[in-house]
């Protein structure tokens, strides 16, 4: 119980993070801010979010504040009530949906990464092997938990969590490299 619970946090931690820059947070940039904030078309408030302007945005005292959300013009804008002067969009129109506030939020508090999904992983300890055939394995985001090897099956792997002896199939794309290699090398 105790381990699939481990499991079942490692996967929900990992799911809800790691926001990708290209495919969530630039789509919400040029579909809702380029009419305004691009070198292709205007730059308003000397704000471009091209995807090369936007580091110049990124930092400390600036409008996107790697991990303070609350703090970053660029999030507090987009929340703003519609009649509010500084509401962006201007106007209340064309405002982000609750989901895009959402990424958007979780982009900055991960780090704003322009490349990849979400900050780099900390430091992950290397695999060891445990007794019984159990071994360690680490999740792209840096949380470790002991399973034993069952298999790979498609893009996963199958790990028996040994308290509830429940054998889950965790994507290999949510494991870290190490963990990745040593699911490809892994014998049952
Ligand atoms: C219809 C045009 C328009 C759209 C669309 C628009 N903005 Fe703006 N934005 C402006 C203008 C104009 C200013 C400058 C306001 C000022 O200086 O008082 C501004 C300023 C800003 C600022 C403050 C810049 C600063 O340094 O003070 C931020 C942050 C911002 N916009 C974010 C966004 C985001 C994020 C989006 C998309 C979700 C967006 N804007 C969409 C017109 C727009």
Do not use: E, I
């Given at each position: 119980m105790k381990y699939s619970l481990i499991l079942a946090l490692v996967l929900t931690a990992t799911a809800a993070s790691a926001v990708d820059y290209k495919t969530q947070i630039a789509p919400i940039f040029r579909n809702?801010?380029?009419?305004?904030?691009?070198v292709t078309k205007k730059v308003k408030g000397k704000l471009a979010l091209d995807d090369a302007e936007l580091p110049n945005q990124i930092?400390?005292?600036?409008n996107i504040i790697p991990g303070e959300a609350m703090k970053s013009t660029m999030f507090i804008n987009c929340t703003?009530?519609?009649?509010?002067?500084?509401?962006m969009p201007p106007d209340g129109k064309n405002r982000l949906t609750d989901a895009e506030l959402d990424l958007l939020k979780t982009w900055i508090t991960e780090?704003?990464?322009?490349?990849?999904?979400?900050?780099?992983?900390?430091?992950a300890p290397a695999a060891m092997p445990a007794a019984g055939g159990v071994l360690k394995w680490t999740s792209s985001d840096g949380k470790v938990i002991e399973a034993e090897f069952m298999g790979l099956q498609d893009d996963g792997v199958l790990l028996k969590i040994p308290s509830t002896g429940v054998t889950h199939i965790v994507p290999l794309?949510?494991?870290s490299p190490e963990s990745q290699e040593q699911a490809k090398t892994a014998k049952k």
């Open positions: 809702k801010c380029y009419a305004c904030h691009s930092g400390a005292g600036k703003l009530p519609s009649d509010d002067a500084d509401v780090g704003a990464n322009l490349t990849g999904g979400g900050a780099a992983p900390a430091a794309s949510r494991l």
